[in-house]
């Protein structure tokens, strides 16, 4: 009996305080919500002509254009949420970037009500945990500005009272993007990748990754946002198709392309400093960092399929096909 009624206050309607809607994950998150559950949204953006969508006909989404940084003006509003998903982030330099990603979020989690809101979902970035799922010193050390404030907000969650009812997600590399939604950092190079794949097929490097598509990190969200991890689970979820290495990856897009590889050249870290330096190719500390590290890998990560949901682009030709690469 009390399953049954946890599961039935778990589709009544929430409360949702949405922020980073404008982006490309924020919008795979709101139409996923809207299709999927009941909830109504509260969605701050500073800028509500980046919205893709028609939400003035909607009515279960409310705008408010306003900063991350002038939070405390709705301390009111913040108190009646039930759920609220962090999903905003600033790219560009100090201090914005500090402001918005760190003070701003603990600004707003630290004004939710305990005994209203029944969980916080934050995204932090998987880039700032090492392969056991820990927080990686070196992400705190030299990362750019933005890892360092990921990682600087992530440490600084247990400060917080509401901190027993977040769940940190931590996405992958994040794919996606089309006419109604901006596309990631990523896919919007997709199409010039493929296109040197005839040198780099002949490439062969030690390396690893997840990715995930925006629209499966939103099935995994919306899945969270109604059912919350239990009391001995983890609140940690990173979101990722099963780890790829970099050679299995050419290799399927070479696949799908229908390129064939006659042979493959060991880019060592040798040679690859030898380009580098030879190029006179000016490289970060956290880039270089990167380019040792090579295996961006974690336990565990979560996919929709591991939730018994139909996944969207679980694979490499997925993701070419729905990139609008064509085949062969």
Not at 17 to 33: P, R
Not at 66 to 82: F, H, Q, S
Not at 205 to 222: E, K, P, Q, Y
């Amino acid at each position: 009996m009390s399953e049954s009624i946890e599961s039935l206050e778990s589709r009544s309607p929430q409360k949702i305080f949405v922020t980073g809607a404008s982006g490309c994950i924020g919008h795979y998150l709101v139409e996923q919500l809207l299709a999927d559950t009941p909830h109504q949204l509260v969605l701050l953006v500073r800028n509500p002509a980046k919205l893709l969508f028609n939400w003035q006909d909607e009515p279960r989404i409310e705008v408010i254009q306003d900063d991350i940084r002038n939070i405390a003006a709705y301390a009111d509003r913040l108190a009646t949420v039930d759920t609220a998903i962090l999903a905003a982030t600033s790219w560009g330099g100090a201090p914005e970037i500090y402001d918005i990603n760190v003070t701003g979020n603990h600004q707003l989690m630290a004004l939710l009500h305990g005994d209203r809101c029944r969980q916080v979902l934050y995204f932090s970035t998987a880039s700032i945990l090492d392969s056991d799922n820990r927080p990686l010193a070196e992400a705190g050390e030299i990362g750019t500005d933005y890892i360092r404030s990921k990682y600087q907000c992530y440490l600084q969650l247990p400060e917080l009272a509401i901190y027993p009812k977040i769940t940190t997600v931590f996405p992958t590399l994040v794919f996606g993007g089309d006419k109604d939604k901006p596309y990631s950092h990523i896919s919007a190079g997709i199409q010039d990748v493929t296109r040197w794949m005839g040198l780099i097929r002949f490439l062969k490097a030690d390396g690893s990754f997840h990715f995930a598509h925006g629209r499966d990190i939103a099935l995994v969200v919306s899945h969270l946002v109604d059912h919350p991890p239990g009391p001995q689970a983890s609140r940690q979820v990173v979101i990722g198709n099963p780890a790829l290495t970099l050679n299995r990856t050419v290799e399927e897009v070479c696949h799908y392309l229908g390129l064939r590889i006659f042979f493959r050249i060991p880019l060592s870290l040798w040679l690859a400093d030898r380009i580098i330096d030879g190029f006179n190719i000016r490289m970060a500390e956290w880039d270089r960092f990167c380019l040792n590290y090579r295996h961006f890998v974690y336990n565990d990560p979560v996919h929709p399929e591991k939730l018994g949901l139909s996944p969207y682009c679980p694979t490499v030709a997925d993701l070419m096909r729905i990139s609008g690469v064509l085949p062969g």
